[in-house]
Nanobody, 121 residues
Framework: VQLQASGGGLVQAGGSLTLSCAAS????????MGWFRQAPGKEREFVAR????????SYADSVKGRFTISRDNAKNTVLLQLNSLIPEDTAVYYC???????????????WGQGTQVTVSS
């Protein structure tokens, strides 16, 4: 079971990025995929999650209206579209798989390696 996150980079405030999480093995049948982020000196925090079967989603208040999570079940891939980026979005972004529709990192069993997003002002 492996999750591979990609798509991070350096972008100016107001810009956009698309993060991708490719799943191999049985991770994609875990029913829920989530994105989390961790800034230096801070705890890992929930960003967005999606229920793979029906596509229902949930977002952290800090990203609602700016980020969009989606999935392509045929490709075992989950995307996170980041729009209207602000410097406070700077962090390492992780994708993770769970059997629970949860915002708690502890409920996610499998994690990708993380991809750095840096937003300059």
């Amino acid at each position: 079971v492996q999750l591979q996150a990609s798509g991070g980079g350096l972008v100016q405030a107001g810009g956009s990025l698309t993060l991708s999480c490719a799943a191999s093995g049985s991770a994609f049948v875990g029913s829920v995929m989530g994105w989390f982020r961790q800034a230096p000196g801070k705890e890992r925090e929930f960003v967005a999650r999606i229920r793979l079967s029906i596509g229902s989603t949930s977002y952290a208040d800090s990203v609602k209206g700016r980020f969009t999570i989606s999935r392509d079940n045929a490709k075992n891939t989950v995307l996170l579209q980041l729009n209207s980026l602000i410097p406070e979005d700077t962090a390492v972004y992780y994708c993770a798989a769970s059997t629970l529709f949860s915002a708690a990192p502890g409920n996610y069993n499998y994690w990708g390696q993380g991809t750095q997003v840096t937003v300059s002002s």
